[in-house]
């Protein structure tokens, strides 16, 4: 049977036309994307460039080899840092970030103007990234761990009360009715219909929002917000690449290492 | 006594739930509530415990009426009131008794039921609940992990948790198959019997209804069609109720495995 045909059957319905505005939404995208990349307007990204100049760092590349391996005991200490500060924001990230995304779904929340300030506040926590938080940290109490530990609990919050808020709105909706029906108040509510079931989404974001910490904090050093970050940016300032290659090699066994541990916990705990 | 007083609910849409329902239930009754679906069963049962709040007239519960109570005193009112539903809306992902004490909930104050530090006293009601449906040996297992006819009896027994003096069941053998449900009716019906707990229920298989329901009322389009006693209701009376002929669709066309004799 031919296309035209299937169509034309009795009692079946004609496909609908697609709508134009489908089309128009692909030639905007790709209107965006060329003006952002073009020469005449936006930032020129051309490919050639990238490999005219790919041989330029070849001797600051050279530089990174061998790896100064004299230097790996003296990032232990650093290393550490960078995971306890990891721990202690993610602990204190997600748990505050708990009762927040309960109040920014309108599953446990139906009161519109908490559910608005709850949701706007979100918004702007996540508006601005981790770097610029240690920045302004760093500013606030002076240069050491705390103020990555605070940066990172303001992007931990942001991170999780989102994905833990859009969770909570798509739970199921009848243990909810159950424990209304049962003369169950809001907190109750909450914590008996709603808890047990995005719990396991809660412990899987948590876990990455602890990956994500430690790859950040190996960052905030640079603004001095503690951590590995720290040597790395000495190292970089003094052009000390064979150090820099030693600290970027144990970064990469070291998330490497979390990663794997944290798919296991979630294998198990989900 | 429950006492619906020219009862109306509108939902935002303009679809008419319930329409100038006056009605009367005395204490103790089992009483079945037939109709097609849209005719306001459910609007019924919820109008009940105030899950859906009436466009206009009232609902008094001994007296007590539920238009104008506050939160407070509305979650006052349905401590009192069981209910359990269709798809039987437990927590899959806890346990058994962790669901039964939803029915403690408010009784439990709302910091220790925050930590789950439930008294023994809750502990002990509910699982005498789970005794009462014959599942007590269940109390620790997953939800998830029972059958429809298990987790059924897991939502009747929340219910008795309450301790309630009515108890609401809304289509509550319509996900399951005939041989368990006629075991969760006769539940129902032992519950209603031995505690002389008011049992207003919702069905669709007019043959159920028949053999269950002390009274039965028909619901047509929100209003009021039929009221009479189970015996009386013939086919008549349900091609009445649903304005049209009957089906096989409309019996579940299994015969009742003796049930408790009244």
Redesign the interface.
């Known amino acids: 049977m031919t296309a035209a045909t299937i169509g034309q059957a009795r009692g079946r319905p004609t496909r609908p036309r697609r709508s134009p505005w489908s089309l128009v939404g692909i030639g905007a995208f790709l209107a965006i994307t060329w003006w952002a990349a073009s020469r005449e307007f936006g930032i020129g990204f051309d490919l050639v460039s990238v490999f005219t100049n790919l041989t330029r760092g070849a001797s600051i590349l050279a530089e990174f080899f061998p790896p100064n391996w004299a230097y790996l005991p003296r990032t232990f200490e650093p290393m550490l840092e960078t995971f306890q500060m990891a721990v202690v924001a993610s602990a204190l990230g997600c748990g505050l970030a708990l009762p927040v995304s309960f109040l920014a779904s309108r599953v446990s929340t139906p009161n519109f103007p908490v559910l608005f300030a709850n949701r706007t506040a979100l918004n702007v926590v996540r508006a601005l990234p981790d770097l610029l938080y240690a920045l302004i940290f760093v500013a606030a109490v002076g240069i050491g761990p705390l103020p990555g530990i605070l940066a990172l609990i303001f992007f931990n919050i942001g991170v999780t009360a989102k994905l833990m808020s859009e969770t909570v709105d798509g739970v199921d909706p ?2 909810i ?9 809001r ?2 509510v909450v ?3 709603i808890l ?2 995005v ?2 989404n809660y412990v899987a974001y948590s876990l990455y929002v602890f990956e994500l910490n430690i790859r950040a904090s190996a960052v905030l050093g640079i603004v001095g917000a503690g951590g590995i970050g720290n040597n790395i940016n000495t190292a970089r300032k003094f052009f000390q690449y064979d150090n820099l290659s030693v600290i970027l090699i144990e970064i990469f066994v070291f998330v490497f290492v979390i990663e794997l541990v944290s798919i296991w916990l979630r294998r198990r705990l989900v | 006594m429950i006492r619906f007083l020219n009862a109306s609910v509108v939902y935002p849409g303009g679809v008419q739930g319930l329409k100038n329902l006056t009605l009367d239930i005395p204490d103790g009754q089992m009483m079945v509530i037939v109709g097609l679906s849209g005719a306001g069963k459910s609007t019924l049962i919820r109008a009940i ?1 105030g ?1 859906v709040p009436l466009t206009s007239g009232d609902v008094l519960i001994n007296d007590v009426s539920l238009r104008g109570a506050s939160q407070k005193q509305l ?9 359990i ?1 269709q ?5 899959k ?2 346990t058994v008794l ?1 669901n039964v ?3 403690r ?2 009784d ?1 104050g ?1 910091g220790r ?2 930590v789950g530090w439930y008294r023994p006293a809750d502990v002990e009601i509910a699982m005498q609940s789970l005794e009462r449906v014959g599942i007590v040996e269940k109390a620790y297992v997953r939800a998830s992990n029972l059958s429809g006819g298990q987790q059924q009896r897991v ?1 009747i027994a ?2 008795l948790a ?1 301790q309630p003096t009515i108890l ?1 069941a809304d289509e509550p053998v319509a996900s399951l198959d005939p041989p368990t449900s006629h075991v969760v009716m006769r539940d129902l019906q032992r519950i209603n019997r031995d505690l002389g707990i008011t049992t207003i229920i919702n069905l669709h298989f007019l043959d159920l209804a028949k053999v269950y329901g002390e009274r039965i009322i028909g619901l047509r389009a929100g209003e009021l069609v039929y009221d009479g006693t189970g015996a009386r209701a013939d086919e008549t009376v349900f091609r009445d109720i649903y304005g049209r002929s009957l089906t096989a669709d409309d019996v579940m066309g299994q015969e009742a495995p003796a049930a408790i004799p009244g």
């Open positions: 009848g243990p009715e159950a424990a209304n029906a049962a003369g169950g108040n907190t109750q914590r008996w219909a047990p079931q719990l396991p | 415990n899950l979650r006052e009112i349905r401590s009192r009131i069981g209910m539903f798809t039987f809306n437990l927590v992902r806890t962790n004490l939803m029915g909930l408010h439990a709302t039921s925050l939502g929340r219910a309450q609401l």
